[in-house]
Each structure stands twice: as structure tokens, then as C-alpha cells.
């Protein structure tokens, strides 16, 4: 059984920075990612990470404002989120999957076996 296991949100200001961070447990080594939802809206893809550590995905509403990093010898990744803004405000969900190929990014929701609890996040303009 695999468990994700993430770290809980909080309150920024618009301009601030967070760190989320997240854990899988598990058999395997995984390419991870991260989600975020807001109240009815789809979950919508935010970044992600190959298994390798190597590859990298972002979503272009978060390019060059976060960073996805990765321990994959771990199953360890966190997500730096600098410059907030009060569209980033969501539900953050952190994703695990066993990939096919070490280097490959996914970006679907529907890519990923395995998720966390997700995290609130707030940003107060």
C-alpha cells in the first residue's frame, strides 16, 4: 500500500512564498506531482517531476514563479510557490505514480495512482 503523505497549508500574503512538501511511502520509486482544485473546478495540473529527479513540468499560470524539486532516491518532493498571487489560492494535492520510464513527466490527474490528503492554501490580498 502506498501512502502520501504531505504537509499542511497556510495563510500567505499575495507577493509571499510557501513550501509545500510531500512524501511517498511505498515499494517502488515514483514520479510525483502536484495538483491544486478549487471549489467546483476540476483539479488542475500544477507541476511535476520524473522519476529521475531529471524532467520537469510546469503549468504556464505557474512557470517561473515555482519550483519542483525532488529527493528521488526518497520519494520525497516539495514545491517552492514564490510570488503568490490570489489565483493560486486552492486545495494543493500531492500525486505519486510507478512511471514506465524513469525520465518521463505526467501531467494528468488520471497519470497518477497515488494521493495525499491535500493542503489549503490561502492568499490574502
Do not use: H
Request: glycine share 10%; charged share 15%.
Amino acid at each position: 500500500q502506498v501512502q502520501v503523505t504531505q504537509s499542511v497549508g497556510g495563510l500567505v500574503q499575495a507577493g509571499g512564498s510557501l513550501r509545500l512538501s510531500c512524501a511517498a511511502s511505498g515499494p517502488s520509486t515514483y514520479a510525483m506531482g502536484w495538483f491544486r482544485q478549487t471549489l467546483g473546478k476540476e483539479r488542475e495540473f500544477v507541476a511535476s517531476i520524473s522519476e529521475n529527479g531529471r524532467r520537469t513540468a510546469y503549468a504556464d499560470s505557474v512557470r517561473g514563479r515555482f519550483t519542483i524539486s525532488s529527493d528521488n532516491g526518497r520519494n520525497t518532493v516539495d514545491l517552492q510557490m514564490n510570488s503568490l498571487d490570489v489565483d493560486d489560492a486552492a486545495t494543493y494535492y500531492c500525486a505519486a505514480t510507478a512511471p514506465r520510464y524513469t525520465s518521463t513527466v505526467y501531467s494528468r490527474p488520471s497519470e497518477f495512482n497515488y494521493w495525499g490528503q491535500g493542503a489549503q492554501i490561502t492568499v490574502a490580498s
